[in-house]
């Protein structure tokens, strides 16, 4: 078997997923330099708890009274789109990252690179929206990216879903990723607790499965001719 050894050692991404991914990336090896004393000093170990509190977790309580506000302090909306930039811990950040770069790998090759990340940022709001109306009385803060991975996962269901009526095969066939996905967190819930992340989650990836009937190619001319049909 011939080998192409001007072949690239890993495969190709898509410029809008490094622009995504590299983020978290670069605010995950901060903060666990610091937390390992690398940098920082002794007051490294505490960054992460001061990011989520004062910067970016995305706080229930403050939503809603900003909503009560008209959005008072507009400074605090950033949360909204910034809380996704940090992780409980390298673990919960290195999982994310994998699934993103996969998952946009996979998104974004079909994908316009604005798609993704309407898809993107539509789940990260629109899941923070729903962890902080959907939960009453919630207080813990929302962080993490996967909400917006979520939200590729709606977005590649799209794919197979758009797939597999093609070729005439039952679509609901599509909605097996999510549906393990699902049932590993209700066993993972069970046995270790959780906590209602996966309001946003679930929120992230049916925003990702809609909006790609606007934003996938050819999706906004689909959606009107579906209702030029009815």
Partial sequence: ?????????LNPLPWI?????????????VLSLAE????????????????V?????????????????????F??????????????????????????????????????WWAVLVVVLGATVLGAVAYTALVPGNRMPLIGAYPAVYGLIGAFTFL??????????????????IGALLVFQLIFGLLFGAGWDWVADITGFAAGFLLSFVVSPGGWARVMDKLRQR
């Fill in 36 to 51: 390992s004393g690398f940098v920082g000093g002794p007051q490294g170990a505490g960054w992460r708890l001061e990011l």
């Fill in 53 to 73: 509190q004062f910067h970016l977790g995305l706080y229930p309580e403050l939503l809603r009274a900003q909503w009560e506000a008209g959005g008072h302090p």
């Fill in 1 to 9: 078997m011939d080998k192409d050894y001007n072949a690239p050692p």
């Fill in 17 to 29: 997923v490094w622009v995504l991914a590299l983020p978290l990336i670069a605010i995950e090896t």
């Fill in 75 to 112: 400074a605090e909306l950033v949360r909204l789109i910034g809380y996704p930039l940090v992780h409980i811990s390298i673990t919960h950040a290195v999982f994310a990252v994998v699934l993103l770069l996969a998952l946009g790998k996979m998104v974004g090759e079909i994908f316009r």
């Fill in 160 to 177: 197979l879903w758009v797939n597999l009526a093609k070729v005439g095969a039952n679509k609901y066939r599509a909605f097996s990723l």
